[in-house]
């Protein structure tokens, strides 16, 4: 027996310091070929054409693209003519529909529409009109939005590209990275960033550095199956972003050894959210989600124009240029100084501005519980101009015992009937009884230190009793903003989510900590990313109410103010005391539609 055990163990050995040692089998990444792209590609194409019912890309383009133009498809179109579809016509058509009918306060919406109306051919001074008071005019995002309107060679009065890729370039954190507000760089800003740069990137020998900093830091943030997290959860998105970077630099990511990772690239990081039927999910086997989908889209479809030979996805193959730039009068060009000073004292403090909302688009953590808020009463006082609220649930839930004395009876139970089997099939060695004894009681032991709630449990509709607490604050949450924007069940008609609502506070609890237990309380529903208990305490609530980031714009999102004022903390690090209020609140664009406050 031991003669033929030994050479099993010898062998064993052997295959392991073979897998360690031979680079076929740790330093080579898999070989995704053109092919495979254009099937992910393909599939992706399918799905959006099963779901608008369009039997081709051009009846897509003309029925559903064309009808979510402004709102839902505008990243679609531009793909598809990067792709090679250059009549979008009828998108252009009802994109300018749409912006004549809406007054669009983003000033990164205003740089995206233009982006979308170059891709779809259109001489419309739109493109133009807008740079002036758009770039620059809302942090990060507006001044890398506007380098690509810049980059497809159109002019203003107030910018040039070199001037904002000059800017773009002193907003770089001394770790490689960009991000719209913070300390350290972000995956998806500083990809994004390394996007519109990447034009000078061979020309420009300070873009050169700096962009080489930023790819040492994405190659650094890169995990070990080729993909990305963000705030501590894996995602497609981010590696789609880094993956459109990488192509418009021609770095094809399937060979730089800098992006790939025990033997995975980035296209792997990518493809483990694919779904059967050709979209991908936020999460590894979650549901579909349409911003992972369109930004795998693209950024396949910028891989393929790098391996093609093409420009990178940003630099638009339809676009046309004005043939001539409208001659300036004393008055404009006295103007034109004017607003460039005001535009420079905007965006001197960038990543103060936008510091209300992180656009990262991240995988999502998802709860999907709720219960209804029943019997609550709101009580308000107003004295001295300061505004007193309480809320009182009027009718408590029967509590419900513990589950564990009946767990105790059930393993005890379960214990017995398998000890009697055992003596009926003769197994009566002491050893059996003595193994199925430990077990029973190492299950019991988990049973009474552990502490599993149900569902109803959980949301339970009680308040935590906090014997030691320092203080009260009040939380409200609202969406003002969008109440009359959607026929959604879980947007009320007067945008409030929860009223002005008092909770008792101990020492050291946060707004997120406040949240959770507001969540817990009423019922509500709230999707986080991040952890108040990981570094820095980087916490982003992306959805709350089934209401999320990006359902109404690329702007869009919850942020919260704390007396008024927009923190430039992260909700997991503000330490709440005494008196505080909490408001949280879904702005369109990054919190410019709810005239914000921000903490010096």
């Given at each position: 027996?031991?003669?033929?055990?030994?050479?099993?163990?010898?062998?064993?050995?052997?295959?392991?310091?073979?897998?360690?040692?031979?680079?076929?089998?740790?330093?080579?990444?898999?070989?995704?070929?053109?092919?495979?792209?254009?099937?992910?590609?393909?599939?992706?194409?399918?799905?959006?054409?099963?779901?608008?019912?369009?039997?081709?890309?051009?009846?897509?383009?003309?029925?559903?693209?064309?009808?979510?133009?402004?709102?839902?498809?505008?990243?679609?179109?531009?793909?598809l003519s990067q792709y090679g579809y250059t009549d979008l016509s009828a998108y252009e058509s009802a994109l300018l529909g749409y912006l004549d009918s809406n007054n669009v306060t983003s000033a990164t919406s205003r740089e995206k529409y233009a982006l979308a109306l170059c891709a779809a051919g259109s001489d419309n001074s739109y493109i133009t009109d807008i740079l002036d008071s758009s770039i620059g005019g809302q942090g990060m995002m507006s001044w890398i939005y506007g380098l690509h309107v810049l980059n497809n060679g159109y002019t203003c009065s107030d910018f040039t590209a070199d001037s904002v890729t000059d800017t773009i370039l002193s907003m770089q954190y001394a770790d490689g990275g960009w991000a719209l507000f913070g300390d350290y760089g972000d995956i998806d800003v500083t990809a994004m960033t390394v996007q519109a740069l990447a034009p000078y990137y061979h020309s420009n020998s300070a873009v050169t550095d700096s962009v080489e900093r930023a790819l040492d830091f994405l190659s650094r943030k890169q995990k070990d199956n080729g993909?990305?997290?963000?705030?501590?959860?894996?995602?497609?998105?981010?590696?789609?972003?880094?993956?459109?970077?990488?192509?418009?630099?021609?770095?094809?990511?399937?060979?730089?050894?800098?992006?790939?990772?025990?033997?995975?690239?980035?296209?792997?990081?990518?493809?483990?959210?694919?779904?059967?039927?050709?979209?991908?999910?936020?999460?590894?086997?979650?549901?579909?989600?349409?911003?992972?989908?369109?930004?795998?889209?693209?950024?396949?479809?910028?891989?393929?124009?790098?391996?093609?030979?093409?420009?990178?996805?940003?630099?638009?193959?339809?676009?046309?240029?004005?043939?001539?730039?409208?001659?300036?009068?004393?008055?404009?060009?006295?103007?034109?100084?004017?607003?460039?000073?005001?535009?420079?004292?905007?965006?001197?403090?960038?990543?103060?501005?936008?510091?209300?909302?992180?656009?990262?688009?991240?995988?999502?953590?998802?709860?999907?519980?709720?219960?209804?808020?029943?019997?609550?009463?709101?009580?308000?006082?107003?004295?001295?101009?300061?505004?007193?609220?309480?809320?009182?649930?009027?009718?408590?839930?029967?509590?419900?015992?513990?589950?564990?004395?009946?767990?105790?009876?059930?393993?005890?139970?379960?214990?017995?009937?398998?000890?009697?089997?055992?003596?009926?099939?003769?197994?009566?060695?002491?050893?059996?009884?003595?193994?199925?004894?430990?077990?029973?009681?190492?299950?019991?032991?988990?049973?009474?230190?552990?502490?599993?709630?149900?569902?109803?449990?959980?949301?339970?509709?009680?308040?935590?009793?906090?014997?030691?607490?320092?203080?009260?604050?009040?939380?409200?949450?609202?969406?003002?903003?969008?109440?009359?924007?959607?026929?959604?069940?879980?947007?009320?008609?007067?945008?409030?989510?929860?009223?002005?609502?008092?909770?008792?506070?101990?020492?050291?609890?946060?707004?997120?900590?406040?949240?959770?237990?507001?969540?817990?309380?009423?019922?509500?529903?709230?999707?986080?990313?991040?952890?108040?208990?990981?570094?820095?305490?980087?916490?982003?609530?992306?959805?709350?109410?089934?209401?999320?980031?990006?359902?109404?714009?690329?702007?869009?999102?919850?942020?919260?103010?704390?007396?008024?004022?927009?923190?430039?903390?992260?909700?997991?690090?503000?330490?709440?005391?005494?008196?505080?209020?909490?408001?949280?609140?879904?702005?369109?664009?990054?919190?410019?539609?709810?005239?914000?406050?921000?903490?010096?």
């Amino acid at each position: 027996m031991r003669n033929k055990v030994l050479p099993g163990i010898l062998c064993s050995l052997l295959v392991i310091i073979l897998s360690l040692y031979n680079p076929a089998f740790t330093a080579e990444c898999s070989d995704h070929t053109v092919g495979e792209v254009d099937d992910l590609i393909g599939g992706i194409i399918d799905y959006k054409l099963g779901q608008a019912g369009a039997g081709s890309i051009e009846e897509w383009l003309r029925s559903g693209i064309a009808e979510g133009a402004g709102t839902v498809s505008d990243w679609y179109a531009l793909t598809l003519s990067q792709y090679g579809y250059t009549d979008l016509s009828a998108y252009e058509s009802a994109l300018l529909g749409y912006l004549d009918s809406n007054n669009v306060t983003s000033a990164t919406s205003r740089e995206k529409y233009a982006l979308a109306l170059c891709a779809a051919g259109s001489d419309n001074s739109y493109i133009t009109d807008i740079l002036d008071s758009s770039i620059g005019g809302q942090g990060m995002m507006s001044w890398i939005y506007g380098l690509h309107v810049l980059n497809n060679g159109y002019t203003c009065s107030d910018f040039t590209a070199d001037s904002v890729t000059d800017t773009i370039l002193s907003m770089q954190y001394a770790d490689g990275g960009w991000a719209l507000f913070g300390d350290y760089g972000d995956i998806d800003v500083t990809a994004m960033t390394v996007q519109a740069l990447a034009p000078y990137y061979h020309s420009n020998s300070a873009v050169t550095d700096s962009v080489e900093r930023a790819l040492d830091f994405l190659s650094r943030k890169q995990k070990d199956n080729g993909g990305y997290e963000s705030f501590g959860n894996a995602n497609p998105e981010s590696a789609s972003q880094v993956l459109t970077a990488l192509s418009a630099l021609g770095i094809d990511c399937r060979s730089d050894e800098r992006f790939i990772k025990n033997g995975n690239d980035i296209i792997d990081g990518i493809v483990r959210f694919c779904l059967p039927d050709g979209s991908f999910s936020h999460t590894e086997g979650g549901a579909s989600n349409e911003t992972a989908t369109v930004q795998a889209f693209y950024s396949f479809v910028a891989f393929r124009r790098m391996t093609d030979g093409k420009t990178p996805l940003l630099i638009l193959d339809n676009r046309k240029l004005p043939e001539t730039q409208q001659p300036q009068t004393e008055a404009e060009k006295n103007n034109s100084e004017e607003n460039t000073v005001s535009s420079v004292s905007a965006s001197a403090e960038p990543r103060t501005t936008a510091s209300a909302v992180m656009t990262t688009t991240v995988s999502v953590l998802k709860t999907t519980v709720t219960t209804s808020i029943s019997a609550l009463t709101i009580t308000t006082s107003v004295s001295s101009g300061a505004v007193s609220t309480a809320a009182v649930i009027q009718e408590q839930p029967v509590k419900k015992g513990s589950y564990k004395p009946k767990a105790v009876i059930i393993i005890i139970c379960s214990a017995a009937v398998l000890g009697l089997i055992l003596l009926i099939i003769g197994k009566r060695n002491i050893k059996n009884f003595i193994f199925l004894g430990i077990a029973a009681g190492v299950c019991i032991i988990i049973v009474l230190v552990t502490d599993i709630k149900s569902v109803d449990d959980y949301y339970s509709g009680r308040k935590k009793e906090k014997k030691n607490a320092i203080g009260t604050v009040t939380m409200e949450i609202r969406c003002d903003t969008i109440a009359d924007k959607s026929d959604s069940g879980h947007i009320p008609a007067d945008g409030v989510i929860l009223p002005p609502t008092a909770f008792d506070i101990e020492a050291g609890e946060t707004v997120f900590s406040i949240l959770t237990e507001a969540a817990q309380t009423y019922g509500i529903q709230v999707e986080n990313k991040g952890s108040a208990g990981s570094a820095h305490g980087m916490v982003y609530i992306s959805g709350i109410n089934y209401i999320y980031e990006y359902d109404f714009g690329d702007l869009s999102g919850w942020v919260y103010h704390v007396n008024g004022i927009t923190p430039s903390k992260s909700c997991g690090e503000y330490v709440l005391y005494d008196g505080d209020r909490v408001e949280w609140l879904y702005t369109c664009e990054i919190g410019h539609d709810l005239d914000e406050v921000y903490e010096k």
